[in-house]
């Protein structure tokens, strides 16, 4: 299973499917994706395989460290993400991976933000902001 970018430059080999799948709502994950919110199946980073030239992001992350965005600098899509308080582990955009029997998310954040029409659907855990 691979997840890419629009151009098909910048790809993540991944093992499996995994059921580790967070979106969030905060305004910086709509701004990143142009969507309103982002999806992000989370993987150890020892287990993907990455293909190609990322650009990386970084900003300020609510936790206190960095959020990092990694990006193809042919078409623009972000691909992966990396949070300082999970260092060993990259988030993969669900996007990218074109596999629609991918699992929905276990966990809802920053839903103070959240479009009023988008449920992610139970048994999801959902928190109003960051997870405690
Ligand atoms: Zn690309
Ligand atoms: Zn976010």
Redesign the pocket.
Known sequence: MNATCQCGQLSVLLPEMTAAVVA???????K?TGSP??VLAYYPSALLKITGVAVKYERAADSGGV?ETYFCATCGSTVYARAAKHPTMLGVAIGAITEAAFPAPIRS??EESRHHWVTIPEPAEHFSHGRP
């Open positions: 969030c709502h905060c305004r910086c994950c709509q990143r919110f982002g959020f954040v920053w």
